[in-house]
């Protein structure tokens, strides 16, 4: 997603970023779609519930699409476009109800799950390295969480690809307190993977060549982002991650360190939003985690 995306810009300018964040999650939950696409449904029409496929609607809830009825866009994986309808634009041959968590006010969002965090950061280690990112864990002071730095010279690596191991050089190396509980170091990850996706660190320029390592970073001119925007970024990025794996994650009060006058700085929503959907994208492809990422459906 490029820098002050038109589609966030307008969720902002029409005072929608609340409802755009809590929707978003609900349906990046309930129906694995990415957080980009919750924003240009939003941008379509405002208050909308649970949408789907017609394809989706028929095979897994049993329902047909009303006559007349007007879809939505969003954007398809490998292909340009998908309709999309809304519940309230559905019917049910056998005049079934719809299933009770599907809500077509978002005011009905599922509260996330308070359950025991069951993620590990060594398969989220070996995922990192799989996309071009060398991980550590080292005894920290007890309020460090972790970093992300450009190390300058790059490190070498191996990296699992096509069934063998191949050395990599990288300059991106994350680092997390050791000390710290798994969720502790799972947010730590997820922030520190939130500066890197949303531009803060240069560009490595090698890493790029490699084609088979997928990662995306923005170009952004990084001298002129203040430590405020790039700490409401990051942890922006990890809320959505947490927020997208079903835990609750608030983390106000950590962002209530990075106001402005006691005002919110102007990051970029849509930055965050875009690092959120690659990593969790790359979680849900990913061998050992892929079940991690939760669905209703």
């Known amino acids: 997603m490029k820098a002050n995306s038109p589609i966030m810009v307008y969720l902002e300018r029409n005072r929608m970023i609340e409802d755009y964040l809590g929707y978003s999650v609900y349906m990046r939950y309930a129906a694995g779609l990415s957080y980009f696409n919750s924003a240009v449904l939003m941008a379509q ?154 531009g803060h660190l240069p560009q490595d320029e090698a890493l790029k060549k490699v084609s088979w390592i997928s990662l995306s970073i923005p170009k952004r001119d990084i001298d002129m982002l203040s430590l405020e925007q790039k700490e409401y970024e990051a942890e922006t990025a990890c809320m959505l991650i947490m927020n997208g794996l079903g835990y609750a994650y608030d983390r106000s009060a950590y962002l209530d360190g990075y106001l402005v006058n006691g005002q919110r700085p102007a990051y970029d929503l849509g930055m965050a939003v875009a690092a959120a959907d690659q990593f969790l994208g790359w979680m849900s492809t990913d061998p050992e985690l892929r079940h991690s990422v939760p669905s209703l459906i």
């Open 45 to 198: 029409r405002r208050g909308v519930g649970f949408a789907a496929s017609e394809r989706t609607w028929r095979k897994r809830f049993g329902r047909e699409i009303k006559p007349g009825a007007v879809p939505l866009l969003v954007m398809k994986p490998f292909a340009p476009l998908e309709l999309f309808f809304e519940a309230c634009d559905t019917y049910s041959p056998n005049d079934e109800a719809l299933p009770e968590w599907i809500a077509e006010d978002h005011a009905s969002i599922p509260q996330l799950s308070h359950r025991t965090f069951a993620l590990r950061s060594e398969p989220i280690a070996r995922m990192l390295s799989r996309h071009g990112i060398w991980y550590d864990e080292r005894e920290m002071g007890e309020l460090a969480g972790g970093t992300m730095e450009y190390a300058d010279p790059p490190l070498w690596m191996s990296v699992y690809h096509n069934k063998g191991y191949e050395r990599v050089q990288t300059h991106y190396a994350m680092v997390v307190n050791a000390r710290r509980s798994p969720e502790e170091k799972a947010a730590a990850i997820f922030h520190e993977i939130g500066h890197l996706l949303c």
